[in-house]
Structures are given as structure tokens and as C-alpha cells.
């Protein structure tokens, strides 16, 4: 079944790439205005007329339901870091929505962090685990990631320049995510007891509630600044959750001893991918910021 989990991650890590896409396309083509929740409800009034915007949100609904198969085979350690496919899906398809190709700068950084990723993967190999958590793995384990999400939200909204609030709201996003993606494992757990026993348990409605709330940080992280601000914060921070959840909660764990060494090299790339980033020059690393519509051709233009 490992085969089929990889396969349906990717599926979901394309879906989603193509979602971001697409929204960020919507939101750079609204001007961001100044206020707060009217403000807000306003300019998503907007982007509900927008065909990128709601193709987009169709793709997120697609990636949830390709998730949610791939989790019901296999591990959250294993699914969610998968997702980091979704930095390369998002460079490629970036680029031709965009069109404007990164410079090699910013393909090396996200080449490095995608490696980094699959290397530390790869090296600490996370176990399966148990298919549900006990209630009181999900108190310690919901607290923290509740408690990680309103400080993260809390130091995003003054925060300069905007890059920096864009990586912030991602990395909120994320563990809401990681957080939706691990009550969604919980809620397929229990499918095998029956239709009714996961229609019965909270955790399925809580996925919802959870999975609108990181919607709403994602839609904000997208508004805020690049997509090489937020893309990274967002899916490197779901799969590192993703694995810290996947531990406090299932039991799952990863291998050390000699393994430690490639894990650590992982590791270093990660972060070496991440400074590449952070000091990616205007033009390559705001690759994303301008949408640059050809103009209707005009049919009484003379060409000479």
C-alpha cells in the first residue's frame, strides 16, 4: 500500500500547487485595502467573481479528498511530508501562470529544500503508528498546535516587510493544516469500525472547522506577499508538524542512530534552501507578484 499512499500524496501535492497558483494569480490582481474584517469580507467578495480564485478553491477541495484517501493507507509522518512535492509542482506551474521564469537562484533554493526534505524523509523512514489517538494525546497535542496558531497570527499582523508577514500566516496556515490533516487521519481511522463510527465522532466535524480556519490564514498568507514567502512556510511547516503530530498522537517515530547523519544533512539543505530564499534578488525572488496580461489585440492596427 505504500506505493498507492506516495502516488495519492503527490496527486494531492500537485492539486494543491495548482491551488495556490491560481489564488495568488486572483489576489495580485486585488489591491490589498487598509481596515479589518469588512475590509477582509470585501475583497473576498471580490475574489468569489474571480474564475482563478474559485478554480483554485475547487483544486484545494480535490487535493483534500486525494489527502484524505492517501492518509487512510498510510502514515501522517509519511503522507503530509510528501506534500513537500508541492514546492517544485508550484515552481513549475508558477511560472507558466506567471509567466515569468524564476532565476537560477530561486530554483536552486527550492530544489534544496524539496531535496532536503525527501533526504530526511528517505533517512528517518516514520513508522505507521496507531490508526486513532487517545483523548488525552489529542488535549496535549490540540493545545499546542492551538497555541502555536494565535501567537504566530498575533506576531504576522505588525510584522515588516511583507515578506516576513507572508512566511508568518503561512507558517500558521500549516499547522492549522498539519492539525486538519492529522483529525482527518483520525476520522479515516475509524472508518473500519464502521460508517457510523466515524460519522459519530467529533474529530470528522472538527476537521471542518479546523480545515475553514487554515483556509482563511492561507487566503491571508497569499494576499500578503510572494508566493516564495509563503509556499516554503506553508509546506515545510505542515510536514515538519505533520511529524511532530504524527508522534504525539499516533505514535509515530523515527529512526536515529547512524541514520542521523543523513537526516542532519537533510536538514542543512532545508535551511540552506530557506537563506536562498530569504536573499533571492527582487526580480527572481517577486516572480509572483505581477500578473502580466497580454492586451486584446487591436483589429484596426496596421503592422508595417
Given at each position: ?84 512535492a508541492e514546492l517544485l509542482f508550484t515552481l513549475i506551474v508558477g511560472s507558466v501562470a ?207
Amino acid at each position: 500500500m505504500t506505493g498507492v499512499t506516495v502516488l495519492l500524496a503527490l496527486l494531492a501535492a500537485l492539486s494543491n500547487a495548482a491551488a495556490s497558483v491560481l489564488q495568488r494569480r486572483a489576489a495580485v490582481q486585488e489591491a490589498e485595502e487598509c481596515g479589518r474584517a469588512r475590509a477582509a469580507l470585501r475583497r473576498l467578495a471580490r475574489l468569489l467573481r474571480r474564475p482563478n480564485w474559485l478554480a483554485g478553491s475547487g483544486l484545494l477541495a480535490l487535493s483534500s479528498l486525494l489527502q484524505a484517501a492517501a492518509l487512510a493507507t498510510g502514515s501522517l509522518s509519511l503522507v503530509q511530508p510528501l506534500l513537500a512535492a508541492e514546492l517544485l509542482f508550484t515552481l513549475i506551474v508558477g511560472s507558466v501562470a506567471f509567466r515569468r521564469t524564476p532565476d537560477r537562484r530561486t530554483w536552486l533554493a527550492f530544489a534544496a529544500l524539496a531535496v532536503g526534505l525527501a533526504l530526511f524523509l528517505l533517512s528517518a523512514s516514520p513508522s505507521a503508528g496507531r490508526p486513532t489517538a487517545t483523548p488525552q494525546a489529542w488535549l496535549a497535542g490540540g493545545t499546542a498546535a492551538i497555541g502555536a496558531v494565535v501567537l504566530l497570527v498575533a506576531v504576522a499582523r505588525p510584522a515588516r516587510p511583507a515578506a516576513a508577514r507572508a512566511a508568518l500566516l503561512g507558517l500558521a496556515s500549516a499547522v492549522s493544516f498539519a492539525t486538519t490533516a492529522a483529525l482527518l487521519k483520525e476520522a479515516v481511522g475509524r472508518l473500519g469500525q464502521g460508517p457510523e463510527a466515524m460519522f459519530g465522532h467529533w474529530s470528522l466535524y472538527a476537521t471542518g472547522a479546523v480545515g475553514a480556519v487554515a483556509f482563511l490564514l492561507l487566503q491571508s498568507a497569499l494576499g500578503a506577499g510572494s508566493l516564495t514567502a509563503s509556499q516554503p512556510a506553508l509546506t515545510l511547516g505542515d510536514a515538519i508538524t505533520s511529524v511532530i503530530l504524527g508522534w504525539v498522537l499516533f505514535d509515530e517515530v523515527i529512526q536515529l542512530g547512524a541514520r542521523v547523519v543523513p537526516e542532519v544533512i537533510g536538514i542543512t539543505l532545508i535551511g540552506t534552501g530557506s537563506l536562498g530564499l530569504a536573499h533571492a534578488s527582487a526580480e527572481g525572488g517577486e516572480w509572483d507578484a505581477h500578473v502580466r496580461d497580454r492586451p486584446p489585440r487591436d483589429p484596426h492596427r496596421v503592422h508595417r
